[in-house]
T-cell receptor, first 115, second 115 residues
Framework: DAKTTQPPSMDCAEGRAANLPCNHS???????VYWYRQIHSQGPQYIIH???NNETNEMASLIITEDRKSSTLILPHATLRDTAVYYC????????????????FGQGTILTVHP | GAVVSQHPSRVICKSGTSVKIECRSL??????MFWYRQFPKQSLMLMAT?????????EQGVEKDKFLINHASLTLSTLTVTSAHPEDSSFYIC???????????FGPGTRLTVL
């Protein structure tokens, strides 16, 4: 799986949008971009994933550049409960669409949302 | 999303004893389960992958005789830390994958402290 690069930490004011960048310049054509977050002393929580189109769900939006070498996770209205470590992971998904492969976690970005 | 539970959430044991941690998928059948370990201020490190009914696949550097993994049913996997020592103190997290959701979901983690 391709490696990713994320800033070690970011701050965001409550109520504002949090934009978390991720570089994955060596991503290959069959690799998806996944985002997870880990709140202190809890297991990771799935946020969103995408291949090349932008994606949105109830938690966040994922913007992937046209060359797929970078992406941005957007939390539109950050709250104090969004304070967590955010992990960007790229991984292969099989031709059949199953995504049971192992996840390789990097150091992630520590997002701190302040009042 | 799916629910994955772990038991116990915290365990303290004496050096030399064995500790068993359970991971259950509550509303889906988990064909594959993963076990991770996380030391303080570090990222998650995959220890092993287990498929129901077969032997676990361990990552390089993980002692299979020390960390026994059993995945005897589609909803339960266990990790037994044998002859635990203080350096085994860590946060152990499982994740489970099943075709129902076609995604990995993580348990809340188990904090192991070996005295």
């Amino acid at each position: 799986d391709a490696k990713t690069t994320q800033p070690p930490s970011m701050d965001c004011a409550e109520g504002r949008a949090a934009n978390l960048p991720c570089n994955h310049s060596t991503i290959s054509g069959n690799e998806y971009v996944y985002w997870y977050r880990q709140i202190h002393s809890q297991g990771p929580q799935y946020i969103i994933h995408g291949l090349k189109n932008n994606e949105t769900n109830e938690m966040a939006s994922l913007i992937i550049t046209e060359d797929r070498k970078s992406s941005t996770l957007i939390l539109p209205h950050a709250t104090l409960r969004d304070t967590a470590v955010y992990y960007c992971i790229v991984r292969v998904v099989s031709a059949g669409g199953t995504s049971y492969g192992k996840l390789t976690f990097g150091q992630g970005t520590i997002l701190t949302v302040h009042p | 999303g799916a629910v994955v539970s772990q038991h116990p959430s915290r365990v303290i044991c004496k050096s030399g004893t064995s500790v068993k941690i359970e991971c259950r998928s509550l509303d889906f059948q988990a064909t594959t389960m993963f076990w991770y370990r996380q030391f303080p201020k570090q990222s998650l490190m995959l220890m092993a992958t287990s498929n129901e009914g077969s032997k676990a696949t361990y990552e390089q550097g993980v002692e299979k005789d020390k960390f026994l993994i059993n995945h005897a049913s589609l909803t339960l996997s266990t990790l037994t830390v044998t002859s635990a020592h203080p350096e085994d103190s860590s946060f152990y997290i499982c994740s489970a994958w099943g075709r129902k959701y076609n995604e990995q979901f993580f348990g809340p983690g188990t904090r192991l402290t070996v005295l």
